[in-house]
């Protein structure tokens, strides 16, 4: 195993852990206001208890401030100022954000970040990993708005960094990939509210481009806990109901492997936003849910297709990534 592989897997296996506590602690009664925040601070902690071990030439900057709450936090990686990748040229953005139904995950854990970070900060790219309020303490409503509030933040900041404010592009997985999605959509909404253009969204497996028709069908019980039984809400969370002209470029990767069929919904998706004028292209895989995630950023077919996407984007990530 490469050493930049090995030098992120006790962080992977600590992650997991923190995941399964995460979930632990939320299957316990509570109607203390804090118990989200401290669940959240647990799982966050033991997430990243071991997140020292980097690939050579990469740092990490942990639980940069967004907001007060514990899990308004994002991780800088980035290459260090002696690293070969240095550049006079400002690093473009990874904007990284985690799945995990709305309710778990974090920004520290391994199928998250270490491909990626092994991948592309080597390559002269910054990518920031962010965390976000969860269910049943935080609406979907509001998680975009947290998503949202970190991109203003990170944008902010991102010169401090050696990062070009206006070369991020937006990526999520799962509960993550609809929340990019979304804010994509909305995307002269967020520029009004203080965030800066960006070049594009990858949204990895997300099956809610269209929530009315995934809530109106068979479906999973955490969409229940998610969207409620208001059609109207529905409606506004629906990345596809929410796209705007004006919106950046997106690409859908979707799992193939899926009963219900992401990748049906990418393509509707993908027509509607071109049929209005946009951009979004459609990349299934022959992967399960999970390995969408972990998979991004070895060396194959799959992550270069999504690097051929960024690169579409902007030609200094182009140059970057040869």
């Known amino acids: 195993m490469p050493a930049a592989r090995r ?28 118990s989200g925040r401290l669940r959240a601070l647990i799982a966050q902690k033991q997430a990243q208890a071991q997140a020292t071990a980097l690939p050579t ?4 900057i942990a639980d ?19 690293s070969s990748t240095a550049s006079a040229v ?10 995990g139904g709305w309710r778990h995950g974090d920004k520290a854990m391994g199928r ?15 990518l920031i990993s962010v965390n976000y309020r969860l269910l049943p303490d935080t609406p979907v409503a509001q998680q975009e708005r947290d998503v949202q509030a970190a991109l203003v933040a990170a944008q902010q900041r991102a010169t401090t960094w050696g990062a070009d ?15 990019v999605a979304l804010l994509n959509a909305r995307a002269p ?3 009004r509210e203080g965030a800066w253009p960006w070049l594009g969204t990858v949204s990895l497996d997300s099956a809610m481009m269209n929530v009315p028709a995934r809530m109106r069908a068979p479906h999973l019980p955490l969409y229940d806990d998610a969207f409620g039984a208001d059609p109207a809400y529905w409606v506004a969370m629906s990345p596809f109901h929410q796209w705007t002209a004006g919106a950046p470029p997106m690409q859908m990767v979707c799992s193939a492997q899926r009963a219900d069929d992401p990748c049906q919904q990418s393509d509707a998706m993908a027509r509607h936003v071109r049929n209005q004028g946009g951009h979004a292209e459609v990349l299934p895989q022959d992967l399960d849910h999970g ?32």
């Open 57 to 60: 030439g990469v740092q990490r």
């Open 112 to 126: 998250v970040v270490q491909e990626k970070v092994a991948r592309w900060v080597p390559k002269g790219f910054v």
């Open 90 to 99: 400002r690093a473009p953005v990874i904007f990284m954000v985690h799945g």
């Open 291 to 322: 390995e969408i995630n972990a998979q991004l950023g070895l060396d194959s077919d799959y992550t270069r297709a999504v690097e051929v996407f960024m690169g579409s984007l902007d030609a200094e990530v182009a140059r970057r990534l040869q």
């Open 165 to 179: 404010p206006s070369r991020f592009i937006l990526m999520g997985h799962s509960a993550g990939a609809h929340l």
């Open 189 to 191: 909404q967020a520029l």
């Open 7 to 34: 030098a992120f897997s006790s962080l992977a296996a600590t992650a997991t852990l923190a995941l399964a506590a995460t979930a632990c602690a939320q299957a316990q009664p509570s109607d203390a206001p804090q």
């Open 64 to 82: 940069v401030p967004y907001g007060s709450d514990p899990r308004q936090r994002m991780d800088v990686y980035l290459p260090t100022p002696s």
